[in-house]
């Protein structure tokens, strides 16, 4: 992994009101930047969406929670800026986060990117049941995922450093 000596790495996770871009909306999103292994910032925001959330029971995000939050777009070059040309990190990030920054972000992401999922899936092979976030923190011991962008973040953090560590 010498091509992340220099680079800064973004470790995200959104939560969202459905699976796909085109009928659902963003209504979290953190991302944690890290730098030679140590933290140096972290953004983070709720967004209202459009549309009613009908999905609280998943991330207990609910319409009040959201009610005085911005919009996505109007955060969109915060957001860009903020990853600048970083090495993102996320879990089952190309099949779904990617998926939706590229949807509502006015640019596509170009950025380098390690998708934990596909990380695992080579590193651990059959090892474990399956793939999943919370399979894999029982798996290597460190908190389980809860579907709150910020946890589900230092959880994959943590699982990405112990699969480097298996490397």
Not at 24 to 51: A, C, G, H, R, T
Not at 89 to 94: A, K, R, T
Request: proline share 3%; aromatic share 10%.
């Amino acid at each position: 992994m010498s091509i992340l000596k220099n680079k800064n790495l973004c470790i995200l996770d959104i939560e969202t009101t459905g699976f796909e871009p085109e009928d659902s909306e963003i209504i979290e999103l953190f991302i944690l930047k890290v730098s030679n292994s140590e933290v140096i910032d972290e953004f983070y925001s709720l967004f209202k969406p459009k549309d009613k959330i009908n999905n609280s029971e998943i991330h207990g995000i609910t319409d009040l929670k959201v009610k005085n939050a911005p919009y996505f777009k109007d955060k969109n070059d915060e957001i860009v800026d903020f990853l600048g040309d970083s090495v993102i990190i996320g879990h089952n990030l190309e099949n779904f986060d990617l998926k939706f920054l590229n949807h509502y972000l006015n640019t596509e992401l170009k950025n380098e990117f390690i998708d934990t999922l596909h990380l695992s899936r080579s590193v651990l092979g059959n090892k474990v049941a399956n793939h999943k976030l919370n399979t894999l923190a029982i798996y290597f011991d460190v908190n389980p995922p809860t579907h709150s962008a910020r946890d589900d973040v230092m959880t994959t953090f943590e699982i990405y450093k112990k699969l480097l560590s298996i490397q």
